[in-house]
């Protein structure tokens, strides 16, 4: 008999516990609470770790749930054939499902989405890293190359700090760090200038968006509080995405487009 096989074997010969799945119900019950206190208990990246699995557990139960609700719609939706009976081609076509309903308006939602980023400037012209970033050379023997300067206009936030110029890649000059844009609104003929909130995409290089350059063609972020902008639940609009539409470097300001 192999060695892993003695518990089969004994519930064979001689059967279960009388009280053994009242003790599996039990247990089943307790497993959440269980669960409730690991995770209140512990810190740091198991915690992190814990709470990803508990999102995924989660996702899939939700899933479950809407594949079983779908299916009671298309339960109803098949009614059992009765004589003289109209096809479903001659029915009234507007009756539509609740379902059909429903993914009607996400697919009306999605195409408003894939709308708004239809920008004002689709094309833009492609930038060079020698024209972007300037070799600083360091060290005694000038044969250090690996820091670089950069010459477009950028922005930084509130609370950044440069790190020591020992450990430092790139520097981000002050004279080029902006804080403002000059910002139309295209439905209210007006500009605006508006702080700015932050870099989303520069259309150049995934670099150049983490490092907050700006050049023609990228989407920033602005405050529009002052506008008093309202969503449809009633909740303040904060911030909007804006298309730079000129040379920042070469204008001396930055000018862009709100949009809406």
């Not at 054939?81 to 009234?92: A, Q, T």
């Not at 060079?128 to 250090?144: L, M, W």
């Not at 259309?203 to 405050?223: A, F, H, M, W």
């Amino acid at each position: 008999m192999p060695q892993g096989d003695y518990i089969e074997e004994h519930i064979k010969e001689h059967g279960h516990r009388l009280d053994h799945f009242e003790r599996l119900r039990k247990k089943e019950a307790r497993e959440p609470h269980k669960k409730s206190q690991i995770v209140k208990r512990t810190r740091g990246m198991k915690a992190k770790l814990l709470n990803k699995q508990n999102f995924v557990d989660k996702v899939q139960q939700r899933k479950k749930i809407a594949a079983l609700s779908q299916k009671k719609v298309d339960r109803r939706m098949e009614q059992p054939l009765v004589e003289g009976s109209v096809p479903p081609y001659l029915l009234d076509r507007q009756a539509a499902s609740s379902a059909k309903v429903l993914s009607n308006t996400i697919k009306e939602k999605r195409k408003e989405k894939a709308g708004k980023w239809e920008v004002p400037l689709p094309k833009v012209r492609p930038v060079a890293d020698e024209e972007t970033f300037k070799v600083i050379y360091t060290g005694k023997r000038k044969k250090k190359q690996w820091k670089r300067m950069v010459t477009k206009v950028t922005f930084v936030g509130d609370g950044f700090t440069r790190k020591p110029p020992k450990y430092e890649r790139f520097i981000r000059p002050m004279g080029l760090r902006f804080k403002k844009a000059h910002v139309t609104h295209p439905e209210l003929k007006a500009t605006f200038c508006l702080d700015i909130i932050g870099v989303k995409k520069n259309p150049q290089s995934s670099l150049y968006s983490s490092l907050g350059v700006i050049t023609k063609g990228t989407i920033i972020e602005v405050n529009v509080s002052e506008f008093g902008l309202v969503t449809n639940t009633g909740k303040v609009v904060w911030g909007k995405y804006a298309q730079v539409t000129n040379n920042p470097e070469n204008d001396g300001c930055i000018n862009a487009v709100l949009l809406v």
